[in-house]
């Protein structure tokens, strides 16, 4: 055992000594990206800038933003680069990125309804995504479901355990699709939409990538996803298909300069890089996918690819309100895991007591049942609040801790998830006594 | 070792000396784990906006019926694991030290491996295979039209933490088994004890103390575990809602925290139980080295049975990584029982850049192993041998490790080390040490726990024969007790080695360049997009070879150690 021991300290010795030589013109960028992403636009980017050298740190949006938080004071990033702009509006209220003009020009400044770069200069959109519903081919024709293109096909009784989503509190992009059907929608009936995928749902994740992970492997039959994710895997050889549906919103993937970055110039390069032709065309690579920023780049793009800035569904996609999403950004979050996430199995025993009773009442009609199961539907939907109490400086201030508030964070969640499983056992006791009338 | 193990054990000579070793420790934990996780971790105790002290958290805690639901999750399943995993470690660890078994080398060395579950491709390939939609699920349905939901809920978080931590109670239980006086069996055996009763009466109470460390540890890092009720998309449970509360972007939500604090009490307060159910036993043999039990052979029909139930054990046990080789081989694997084709591309792929991985993964995994084994060392004699003040605090500082999320550690150690700059103007976090640092104190608990368990077994008559003989303290812990705690030292190691080299939560936050990371920070990269998941494992295959490849040398080691020894006698 000794030797052992001796053999690992030598090996560490001599480590030490390797460890730590590099030094230039190196360019630090903080990235949820991944690998398949990250090497292409590496490559692109040192050969377009002799001199420079791109360091990639992988690290999950959330993490990435507590990171160059926790690290300001000795700051050693140069970049931040991710998909959800809420992470950037994170960043930039915390006064950690700089203010920067790219010198490419040209690009248009709005990608659907949203504009393409932060107002103020601090970050720049560089991709487009859009939110839709991928599905594996495989398991839909094994189970003889048809692929759905509308979110509300989702609430339908034959999706019923087939659908995955992330969790909205984790997921920025998941967060923007959510919200994106509650503008679409309007607060009542998007929250009756988004409990009846709830219902509907196989599983909520913990990570943005475990969504199209689930439907690539086939664990689950659908996603509700960012389009590049069905698009990558697509070009990886997965049996998968991706729809817009039609209440969905394109908004752009950023990156931005860390303030005091210690390689300005190398930051301003990348970002630069980026933007222009050449950095665009590596969003086509088979392994990435992603709708470039520049409308000329589409002659380039693969047969299908999809072009926001042509394509008519995309012209009439809902305004986005980023100030209305802003304001109620953690109530909304929240919201969603204490009704849907945290109370999934109440929600899924009612989804499915409802969908049973409807069948049932498809073969004989009963005004009774018809009037329970609509009493049991309404349980389902009710909010524990409204858009106006979801925006309110009360509510909001019992989540930041601020001065108005009425209520602790911990205190809400109780109420409301109380409230939810109260309504949820109430409706499927509802939908059971319909069933019962009928038979 | 000698030169860095002398510095503590030099000091408990003398009782001053016992007193400096306690401060060394203390001052260790401190620096490395008290300060970063408590400047993380006290938001428990602030109120949200002001930061006023207050316990409002904790009653807020105890108020909402989620929490109430998840605390009793997390002990159901931490509790069901435990005998779950000793249902399979028991006949491995009594079949490999107690019969004349070929390939005894081998069980323990596979046994061994379901700890070595690299992040991320593992998960995948447990759902490729045990998944709704999983190969076996998938015949199942094919054939007789129904399916097993293995993966699903509480009792899906079960199976996977039984066949992911039975190692545990397998490796300790062993070393103990290995460790028995065989004169204590040939006495039983001479009164006519003999059987499953000579085993109930006399050998399992006798491999007590190591049952009961990999029990406890079992049952603690079940109840600190998120990955895998994470994976299983299982959020009712303490864990995984610290996790979730601790990484969201945006707002501080001091419930995070809160349930950390809670976290670490519990597993204190298990670590405690299991120390008083062994309160007043003498657990320690005096004859040693005479290579443990005697092993009996088996007849024909025997064997059969043994080496069926071994296989089953095993392949079951062993089936993530073999699902792992095949996704590591895969073209396109989906919705189907077995991949649409195999490619050795994504070997080639991660070729070039794993060599880097293998070595950084080496060697922060075997430094943090070697700390974990010096202090855990210490700590154990100082608890057990001594009656230094404090001793105990250090066990359980050391014990709360196990309870703090990697993340919260990680941002603890961003707190505390960043602001120091290094003579060249970097920072000190940023530099590779750090993550070895972190890396030991997340598995120090365990190689505690199997140098409390050899100690335990060593009978402190034979120091004090030493001591008698005019053998000074020192001397008596070189010549005697390390010698007779080496395997237990060893299995320490090996864990603590073999669970570093795959960890990645408090590793992703301290990571700075691609040239100091781990193989498990390799994977992560890769696991993010759908082409990257053969690479991604390929990469899990190389490291659970590497690890695995370690593990055995080391075993192969002691194997042949305790032969010497026991020829000398």
């Known amino acids: ?439 | 070792m000698a030169s860095v193990a002398a510095i503590p054990i030099n000091r408990i000579s003398a009782k001053p000396g016992q007193v400096a070793a306690v401060a060394l420790i203390a001052l260790f934990l401190a620096v490395f784990l008290v300060i970063p996780a408590g400047t993380v971790i006290y938001t428990a105790f602030t109120e949200k906006g002001t930061g006023a002290l207050t316990i409002v958290n904790f009653l807020d805690f105890f108020r909402t019926k989620l929490f109430q639901q998840s605390f009793f999750n997390s002990v159901y399943v931490s509790a069901m694991s435990v005998v779950w995993g000793t249902l399979i470690a028991l006949p491995l660890a009594v079949l490999t030290t107690r019969f004349e078994f070929r390939g005894s080398l081998l069980i323990q060395t596979l046994g061994f491996i379901p700890l070595i579950m690299p992040p991320f491709v593992g998960a995948v390939a447990m759902q490729l295979l045990f998944g709704r939609n999983g190969t076996v699920n998938l015949l199942l349905n094919d054939w007789f039209g129904f399916r097993i939901p293995f993966m699903e809920g509480l009792n899906g978080v079960i199976f996977v933490q039984s066949l992911h931590y039975f190692p545990f109670i397998l490796i300790n239980l062993s070393t103990s088994l290995r460790n028995i006086d065989r004169s204590m069996e040939e006495a039983a055996q001479n009164l006519g004890s003999s059987g499953f009763r000579l085993f109930r009466r006399i050998v399992f109470p006798l491999a007590m103390p190591g049952y009961l460390a990999g029990a406890s540890l079992v049952f603690v890092k079940v109840f600190d575990d998120l990955a895998t009720p994470l994976l299983l998309n299982v959020k009712d449970m303490l864990a995984p809602q610290a996790y979730l509360r601790v990484t969201s972007v945006g707002l501080t939500d001091p419930m995070g925290y809160v349930i950390s604090v809670i976290l670490i009490v519990v597993s204190i307060f298990a670590m405690w139980l299991s120390a008083v159910a062994m309160r007043g036993k003498d657990y320690s043999t005096v004859q040693r080295g005479g290579g443990g039990l005697s092993k009996r052979p088996l007849s024909r029909g025997e064997a059969v049975l043994a080496y069926g139930v071994v296989g089953l054990i095993l392949l079951l046990v062993l089936s993530p990584h073999i699902g792992l080789l095949l996704l590591s081989l895969a073209t396109v694997w989906s919705f189907s029982p077995l991949p649409d084709g195999f490619t050795v591309a994504h070997y080639t792929r991660v070729f070039g850049e794993s060599s880097l991985y293998i070595k950084n993964t080496l060697i922060y995994a075997s430094l943090a192993g070697l700390i974990d084994v010096i202090v855990g060392g210490a700590i154990a004699y100082l608890v057990l041998r001594t009656k230094v003040i404090g001793r105990h605090w250090l066990d359980w500082a050391a014990t709360a490790a196990l309870a703090i999320p990697g993340v919260v550690l990680g941002i603890g150690y961003l707190r505390t080390f960043y602001g120091i700059s290094l003579p060249d103007g970097t920072p000190l976090a940023t530099l590779w040490v750090m993550v070895v640092m972190a890396l030991a104190i997340r598995r120090l608990p365990y190689a505690l726990r199997a140098c409390y368990a050899a100690l335990q077994q060593v009978s402190q008559s034979l120091e004090e024969a030493a001591e008698n003989l005019g053998a000074t303290k020192q001397c008596t812990i070189r010549r005697i007790v390390l010698p007779l705690m080496t395997g237990g030292l060893l299995a320490g190691f090996v864990t603590s080695f073999s669970t570093a080299a795959v960890e990645l939560s408090a590793t992703l936050m301290l990571i700075q360049s691609n040239s100091d990371a781990p193989i498990a920070y390799g994977l992560y990269v890769f696991m993010q997009s759908p082409a990257g998941r053969g690479p991604g494992a390929a990469l899990g295959v190389i490291a659970v070879i590497m690890v695995a490849a370690c593990t055995l040398l080391s075993h192969y080691v002691v194997e042949r150690r305790q032969k010497t020894l026991g020829m000398n006698k």
């Not at chain 1, 992470?87 to 309804?113: C, H, I, M, N, Q």
């Not at chain 1, 487009?128 to 509308?150: Q, T, V």
């Not at chain 1, 980023?322 to 204490?338: E, G, H, I, P, W």
């Open chain 1, 1 to 439: 055992m000794l030797k052992t021991i001796a053999a690992a300290m030598l090996i560490s010795a001599a480590a030490i000594v390797a460890a730590h030589a590099e030094e230039g013109g190196k360019v630090t960028i903080v990235t949820s990206f991944s690998k398949d992403v990250t090497d292409p636009f590496k490559a692109g980017f040192e050969a377009a800038n002799p001199g420079y050298t791109l360091d990639v740190q992988n690290k999950s949006t959330s993490s990435g933003v507590k990171y160059v938080d926790e690290t300001k004071g000795n700051n050693q990033t140069d970049l931040f680069w991710a998909s959800a702009p809420d992470a950037f509006d994170s960043l930039k209220s915390r006064k950690l990125l700089t203010k920067f003009k790219p010198s490419v020009t040209g690009l248009p400044e709005k990608v659907g309804s949203y504009p393409v770069n932060d107002p103020d200069g601090f970050y720049f959109g560089f991709a487009a995504s859009g939110y839709g519903i991928m599905s594996n081919d495989r398991y839909l024709e094994a189970n003889e479901i048809p692929k759905p293109a509308e979110w509300g096909d989702l609430t339908k009784p034959q999706y019923y355990d087939h659908v995955a989503i992330a969790a909205p509190s984790r997921s920025g992009t998941t967060h923007l699709t959510i919200e994106t059907i509650l503008q679409g929608e309007g607060w009542d009936k998007g929250w009756g939409t988004l409990k009846g995928i709830g219902g509907n749902l196989q599983q909520v994740t913990e990570r943005s990538f475990g969504v199209p992970d689930a439907v690539n492997s086939g664990q689950t039959g659908i996603g509700i996803v960012i389009d590049f994710f069905a698009f990558s895997a697509q070009a990886s050889g997965f049996p998968v298909s991706f729809a817009y549906p039609s209440v969905t919103t394109v908004v752009p993937a950023n990156v931005g300069i860390v303030a005091n970055a210690p390689n300005q110039k190398g930051a301003e390069a990348f970002v630069n890089y980026l933007l222009s032709e050449k950095g665009q065309t590596v969003l086509l690579e088979p392994t990435i996918r992603r709708l470039p920023i520049n409308p000329a780049l589409y002659e380039k793009a693969p047969e299908g690819f999809p072009n926001p800035f042509k394509d008519q569904r995309f012209q009439s996609m809902i305004t986005f309100d980023a100030d209305v999403s802003k304001k109620r950004t953690d109530v909304v979050d929240t919201l969603f895991d204490q009704l849907i996430s945290f109370q999934l199995d109440k929600l899924k025993g009612a989804t499915k007591a409802i969908h049973a009773a409807e069948e049932a009442l498809a073969k004989s009609d009963n005004a009774e049942a018809r009037g329970l199961l609509q009493e049991a539907r309404s349980l389902i939907a009710a909010m524990p609040i409204t858009a106006e109490q979801a925006a309110s400086q009360e509510i909001r201030d019992a989540f930041t801790g601020g001065e108005q508030k009425t209520a602790r964070q911990a205190e809400l969640e109780q109420q409301w998830a109380a409230f939810a499983a109260e309504k949820y056992a109430a409706a499927q006791t509802k939908a059971e006594a319909a069933l019962g009338l009928i038979d």
